[in-house]
């Protein structure tokens, strides 16, 4: 099965040490991941939802000033909120 991508606003991080996890909000999540068979896996979370991810998770993209990260969902180690 193929991740679908999520977009996140990532403020500086609140952890400094490397081993704990960074925490960033979802701006947008897409609809899902599409398996071999092309039935859609519908995400997990939704944009708004606070998650925690590792520090090396996903790739760093700038859009319009903002930083942003791009991953997939299994990236991500936990909903906070």
């Given amino acids: 099965m193929h991740n679908a991508c999520l977009t996140l606003l990532c403020p500086a991080p609140i ?3 490397k ?3 960074q925490e960033g909000e979802v701006v947008s999540a897409g ?10 896996h519908p995400l997990e979370v939704k944009a708004g ?7 090396w998770s996903g790739t760093e ?6 930083d942003l990260i791009i991953m997939k969902e299994s990236d991500i ?5």
Wanted: proline share 3%.
């Fill in 19 to 21: 081993e704990k996890p």
């Fill in 61 to 66: 993209v700038k859009v319009d000033g903002e």
């Fill in 15 to 17: 952890c400094t040490a």
């Fill in 49 to 55: 939802d606070r998650i925690l991810f590792g520090k």
């Fill in 31 to 40: 609809t899902g991941a599409r398996n071999e068979q092309g039935t859609v």
């Fill in 77 to 81: 180690l936990g909903i906070v909120g």
